[in-house]
T-cell receptor, first 124, second 114 residues
Framework: AQTVTQSQPEMSVQEAETVTLSCTYD???????LFWYKQPPSRQMILVIR??????QNATENRFSVNFQKAAKSFSLKISDSQLGDAAMYFC?????????????????????FGKGTRLHILP | GAVVSQHPSRVICKSGTSVKIECRSL??????MFWYRQFPKQSLMLMAT?????????EQGVEKDKFLINHASLTLSTLTVTSAHPEDSSFYIC??????????FGPGTRLTVL
């Protein structure tokens, strides 16, 4: 069975500093997407960043970037210049779909597996 | 990102009654939608996959007769909690996948069963 592991239940970072949240996953697939979602106190799940596993380049979205190590099945999230609004629960997610090799994932309507989450506190 | 709505946002009901929660995809049609529940300070647990035009697929341990799912159209899925009991009190969230399997989530429904 596929699993997603977030080993840090809670983390704290000083405002304006950088923090890295770790995630490892287990899949037998060769092409897939990985996701980081944020859940603030409102409980609305918000997509932070997405990584396509067949791409070597790490995804970046403004202050958010990932360190994707496919062989190690590691997918960490780095938040630079942390802001008070970044305080939330962060979930790493891996889908269960498989895709044909040799090209970009076509995407299928398949389920997502979430890690247990990391609660991030921002210290002013 | 895509917009997904859920209604109601909060509901309080008496034990033994049924509650219906609606999930709407406002930006694109979806043949599949997902229903999750989330207990306080825990992760999202997938309950079932809602399939347009066919039966829902339930995860292991989820009672299909208790959590009825109807995918009425390409933009609407409903979850009905039948004969609700206090242990069904939870936060229920739906999601809609885009063609890349990126899931967009509704704002959630907080169910309290008295």
């Amino acid at each position: 069975a596929q699993t997603v592991t977030q080993s840090q239940p809670e983390m704290s970072v000083q405002e304006a500093e950088t923090v890295t949240l770790s995630c490892t996953y287990d899949t037998s697939e060769s092409d897939y997407y990985l996701f980081w979602y944020k859940q603030p106190p409102s409980r609305q799940m918000i997509l932070v960043i997405r990584q396509e596993a067949y791409k070597q380049q790490n995804a970046t979205e403004n202050r958010f970037s990932v360190n994707f190590q496919k062989a190690a099945k590691s997918f960490s999230l780095k938040i630079s210049d942390s802001q008070l609004g970044d305080a939330a629960m962060y979930f790493c997610a891996s889908p269960g779909a498989s895709y044909p090799t040799g090209g970009p994932p076509r995407g299928r309507d398949d389920k997502i597996i979430f890690g247990k989450g990391t609660r991030l506190h921002i210290l002013p | 990102g895509a917009v997904v709505s859920q209604h109601p946002s909060r509901v309080i009901c008496k034990s033994g009654t049924s509650v219906k929660i609606e999930c709407r995809s406002l930006d694109f049609q979806a043949t599949t939608m997902f229903w999750y529940r989330q207990f306080p300070k825990q992760s999202l647990m997938l309950m079932a996959t809602s399939n347009e035009g066919s039966k829902a697929t339930y995860e292991q341990g989820v009672e299909k007769d208790k959590f009825l799912i109807n995918h009425a159209s390409l933009t609407l899925s409903t979850l009905t909690v039948t004969s609700a009991h206090p242990e069904d009190s939870s936060f229920y969230i739906c999601s809609v996948p885009d063609p890349t399997d990126t899931q967009y989530f509704g704002p959630g429904t907080r169910l309290t069963v008295l």
